[in-house]
């Protein structure tokens, strides 16, 4: 048996195909899509994370502003600047790109964007919602995530769904998503004794760590979903994910790549994030 491969890339292109259309409505009626992203510093792979963001924005029609911030930027500095884009009202959408200087504290930062802007939904009033089970903005990559299975018609219902990685970017978020589908949910981390006991018990299987090949062909159940979130650069410049992809494909039902998988979808969420923003903003 060989995974059924849940091309990321392409559901996004799809994705920004539609969103496309849905800002050319908005536009009709006055409204143009706008995505602030605030940068303090030059951190590389931070400027392609925004360059991809970008080009994503692009596609679908959605102004994208890149606020650059000098590294030596105060907090009250980058506070005010976010309080400026707060009140701007062609700007629906705003994201800080992480990491930030080690001088600035990012929960606060991040916390100051206002709750209705807040498109990564990182805002403690969208994780409350989001607890609640009446969610507001979802965060991206646990949305992407929850997207990519629902292309594969994949049922929660009754089924076990196992969470490797409890981070509140994604760990968190995507296993209240699951709970809200009906799954029953168990989430481990990395004081989980024997994982892969439990990781074979998984008809879904999410895993976000940052540790390159952590889940193994033996760690996974014959037929499960297998949803990888890591993003990981070996020595030799490869990106490769939390799941070792060639042992696993042989294994599981449905698999996504690394790179080409989540990635792609989260930038997609994050489009139609800040389009769905825009739209709230005018009702």
């Known amino acids: 048996m060989t995974a059924q491969l849940i091309d990321g890339a392409a ?33 590389a792979a ?32 980058v506070l005010r600047h976010i309080d400026t884009l707060n009140r701007d009202a062609s700007v629906h959408g705003i994201i800080v790109q992480l990491p930030l200087p080690k001088h600035l504290d990012a929960r ?3 916390q100051s964007i206002a709750v209705a802007k807040d498109v990564d ?3 403690w009033r ?31 219902e009754g089924r076990h769904a196992v969470v490797v990685g409890r981070s509140n970017i994604v760990g968190k978020p995507v296993a209240l998503l699951l709970i809200a589908r009906g799954a029953t ?12 006991a439990i990781t074979r018990q998984a008809d879904v299987l ?3 760590t940052g540790k390159a090949g952590l889940i193994t062909r033996d760690m996974v159940k014959p037929g499960a ?3 990888d979130v890591g993003i990981n650069r070996l020595p030799t410049g490869k990106i490769v994910g939390d799941v070792a992809f060639d042992e696993v494909k042989v294994v599981a039902g449905w698999i996504t790549p690394v790179p080409g998988g989540v990635g792609p979808m989260t930038v997609a969420m994050l489009v139609e994030n800040t389009v769905n923003a825009a739209a709230r903003n005018q009702q």
């Not at 925004?50 to 009250?76: M, T, Y």
């Not at 949910?185 to 892969?196: E, F, I």
């Open 121 to 123: 939904g990182f805002n």
């Open 185 to 196: 949910v168990t989430v481990c981390n990395s004081h989980t004794a024997d994982l892969g």
């Open 225 to 227: 979903a297998v949803i």
């Open 126 to 156: 969208n994780l409350g919602a989001l607890m609640e089970g009446t969610p507001g903005i979802v965060p991206c990559t646990p949305r992407a995530a929850m997207v990519m299975l629902d292309s594969a018609k994949i049922r929660f």
């Open 46 to 77: 931070s400027r392609i994370y925004i360059r991809n963001k970008s080009r994503a924005c692009a596609e679908a029609g959605v102004n994208s502003i890149h606020h650059d911030l000098p590294a030596q930027s105060s907090e009250r500095d």
């Open 206 to 208: 999410v895993v976000a």
């Open 11 to 43: 559901l996004a292109k799809e994705k920004l195909s539609q969103l496309k259309q849905t800002v050319i409505s908005l536009q009709g009626r006055g409204i143009q899509p706008g995505l602030a992203t605030v940068q303090v510093g030059d951190d």
């Open 108 to 110: 606060r930062i991040s």
